[in-house]
């Protein structure tokens, strides 16, 4: 493995090099596992906490989890923030007993200024299907989403579809769905949709957030 990058130039040389591995597929239709990753930082951002939390797709049941302790890998830059996570959450992937099918981070893959986000970061170095689901948009523009649960609209950015602004619960705030690796945005939405029975925010998500805290406390 080579050395992780130090400097924002190394970073964006990275990005470049490994943008180009992105494959394009729609990805698996009824995948029996599925992985949350999600990441917490201490107050004074010096210490981090990372889980990877596999979940049986079918009931939404806890199959395996993985946490580690670390510390960022990388100082805060916009557009580089996987670079401070992506060594900490490898750690945690690699500690499964469990290889999920697809990896759902809490974060952005296309729908980046680089077009090459967390999720699509860590697809590529895992070669596993992945996309992002994020609280807030990075990039893009859209047209008003409709109020009813489903309900989506395109994610544009400079002209390009970057993700879809998915309604995961009626008349709740839309969450940000972006493909990452070796996945398709209808496949990815939806895997969101099912994976969001009763709140906004997918259960892998949730789960692994509680994970990274607990561990953190």
């Not at 990075?138 to 390009?160: I, K, Q, T």
Request: aromatic share 6%.
């Amino acid at each position: 493995m080579q050395p992780w990058p130090r400097t924002e130039e190394e970073a964006f040389a990275v990005q470049d090099a490994l943008r180009s591995r992105v494959v394009p597929a729609e990805g698996p239709q009824t995948p029996a596992t599925v992985a949350g990753l999600d990441v917490a930082y201490s107050d004074d951002d010096s210490r981090l906490a990372a889980a990877v939390v596999v979940l049986n797709t079918a009931d939404l049941s806890i199959a395996d989890t993985a946490v580690v302790r670390g510390v960022p890998a990388f100082p805060y830059v916009p557009g580089l923030f996987a670079f401070r996570e992506v060594p900490a959450l490898l750690d945690a992937l690699e500690r499964l007993t469990v290889r999920p099918d697809v990896l759902i981070c809490d974060g952005h893959g296309l729908a980046h200024p680089r077009r090459f986000g967390l999720a699509a970061h860590l697809g590529v170095l895992t070669d596993l299907p992945s996309f992002g689901v994020g609280k807030t948009r990075l990039v893009g523009d859209w047209e008003p989403v409709g109020e009813p649960r489903g309900a989506r609209s395109a994610l544009v950015d400079a002209g390009e579809t970057v993700g879809a602004v998915l309604r995961t619960r009626t008349g709740v705030k839309p969450v940000f769905v972006s493909v990452g690796h070796r996945i398709d945005l209808d496949r990815a939405c939806e895997l969101t949709l099912r994976l969001t029975p009763h709140y906004r925010l997918p259960e892998t998500t949730r789960v692994a957030d509680r994970a990274c805290r607990d561990l953190l406390s």
